[in-house]
């Protein structure tokens, strides 16, 4: 268009998907044009407005969800194949889902004329690319079509593991994350086809498999082979816990060398990365923006080379992440059309 907005699509208004919506509102650069969700129109406007605190209003009008920033058309729809981009004009479609991971059913997106699919989500299977910000941007291309920018977890694990790794040097690392109950748990026991993830999300702390290591591996492939990772999904809402173990090649880190280190990450990356040396616990992080919040209080020195770090991330970081992955391969495609 000729404002120069990034026209964008949305399918999938859960949490993430309404905190894009909520981040484009008080953007002036990015312009929700639709959204395609199983749930009723009204019901998202009610989502939307029951958390929108003093950001700007929406209302909803014959099937468009009206603010003072754009016009949304709202869609009740299943599938990606179900939904008409091409007609909608959307320069690109963020698959919010968590469902659709598939390549075939981000080509599904393609197919109804989305030039570009996103996953906020890690992909099921390899796609054109993978991006982390503050990792491996620089890579994105103009060619890419089906891309993911991670998920919340390998965000903050990458960012950490390359932190470390650049100052003094990462033999292997594990991780586990301490992780808020998602969408897709009970809050009542109730059959699953995992055995762990059929007891509710409301009263356990629940191990779950975790992906973010393989494909942190995949973007920082000096790491192949050596990085492995665990989830504990307990009963919290919002606000999740990065329990990182790192082996260093030097016996010489000390606990006030790593915090330096990440001190002078936050600085280089405040939009990523920052530092709290405060006694926060998990509801503290809610509206935290960066991928990132290191605990300088909990570092730990084990034995003469392991490191033990925590750090704190939630949702948000990560939907501000995913905008940060749509304007990367916007710019591209500006610097494209003006050669």
Not at 24 to 53: F, H, M, N, R, W
Not at 205 to 229: D, H, M, Q, T, Y
Request: glycine share 8%.
């Amino acid at each position: 268009m000729g404002d120069g907005k990034i026209r964008v699509g949305i399918m999938g208004l859960g949490q993430i998907g309404r905190q894009l919506y909520h981040l484009a509102l008080a953007s002036d650069d990015v312009e929700i044009i639709a959204v395609a969700d199983i749930g009723k129109p009204d019901i998202i406007e009610y989502l939307l407005k029951s958390e929108g605190g003093d950001g700007p209003a929406c209302r909803l009008e014959n099937n468009y969800l009206v603010s003072a920033k754009f016009r949304t058309r709202m869609l009740q729809l299943t599938r990606p194949d179900e939904v008409p981009w091409d007609v909608l004009g959307a320069d690109c479609v963020i698959d919010a889902t968590g469902r659709y991971r598939r390549r075939r059913d981000m080509e599904a997106h393609a197919r109804g004329g989305a030039r570009r699919v996103i996953l906020a989500s890690l992909p099921a299977e390899p796609i054109d690319r993978i991006v982390i910000p503050g990792i491996n941007e620089e890579r994105a291309a103009a060619s890419d079509r089906l891309i993911s920018a991670g998920s919340a977890t390998t965000n903050a694990f990458a960012l950490l593991l390359n932190t470390l790794d650049q100052a003094f040097g990462v033999d292997c690392a594990s991780l586990t994350t301490v992780h808020a109950y998602s969408s897709d748990q009970s809050l009542q026991d109730y059959a699953h086809e995992d055995f762990r993830r059929s007891r509710s999300a409301a009263e356990n702390i629940i191990p779950n498999n975790n992906e973010s290591a393989r494909w942190v591996e995949l973007v920082l492939p000096k790491f192949a082979g050596k990085l492995s990772g665990y989830a504990l999904n307990v009963p919290v809402q919002r606000g999740s816990l990065l329990d990182a173990n790192c082996v260093m090649r030097e016996e010489g880190v000390t606990v006030d060398r790593v915090n330096q280190a990440m001190r002078a990450a936050a600085a280089r990356a405040p939009d990523l990365i920052a530092v709290t040396d405060d006694p926060i616990v998990s509801s503290d992080v809610i509206g935290c923006r960066q991928s990132l919040l290191f605990d300088a209080r909990a570092t730990l020195k084990a034995g003469k080379k392991i490191v033990k770090t925590l750090a704190w991330y939630e949702t948000l970081g990560h939907a501000c992440r995913v905008l940060d992955v749509v304007r990367q391969y916007s710019k591209l495609d500006g610097m494209r059309g003006a050669s």
